[in-house]
């Protein structure tokens, strides 16, 4: 069984940064990819950044020059780094982990961008 914590999240004012972390614990074995992924109220989840176990990166488009994904593989750590907070950042972020055919998720984290 693969446990993911998340940790980061809050308030914060509009154009202000925040660091999501999410550590993965348990039965992790090879991963493939990790990322993140976001759900606003009444949206549906979307992707917002993953990284491959090679290293490449990617990026939904409304994030691209604000977020940066990263990851310590001696940690089975992910973070996202998000700068110039949006009030429509505001959301639920899950980070997800999968690895061979399986996936995870983590319990998510509020993000609330408000003056």
């Known amino acids: 069984q693969v446990q993911l914590v998340e940790s980061g999240g809050g308030l914060v004012q509009p154009g202000g940064s925040l660091r999501l972390s999410c550590a993965a614990s348990g039965s992790v074995g090879s991963i493939n990819f990790m990322g993140w992924y976001r759900q606003a109220p009444g949206k549906q989840r979307a992707l917002v950044a993953t990284t491959t176990a090679g290293g490449s990166t990617n990026y939904a488009d409304s994030v691209k020059g604000r977020f940066t994904i990263s990851r310590d593989n001696a940690k089975n750590t992910v973070y996202l780094q998000m700068n110039s907070l949006k009030p429509e950042d505001t959301a639920v972020y899950f980070c997800?982990?999968?690895?061979?055919?399986?996936?995870?998720w983590g319990q998510g984290s509020q993000v609330t961008v408000s003056s």
């Open positions: 997800s982990l999968v690895s061979g055919t399986a996936r995870y």
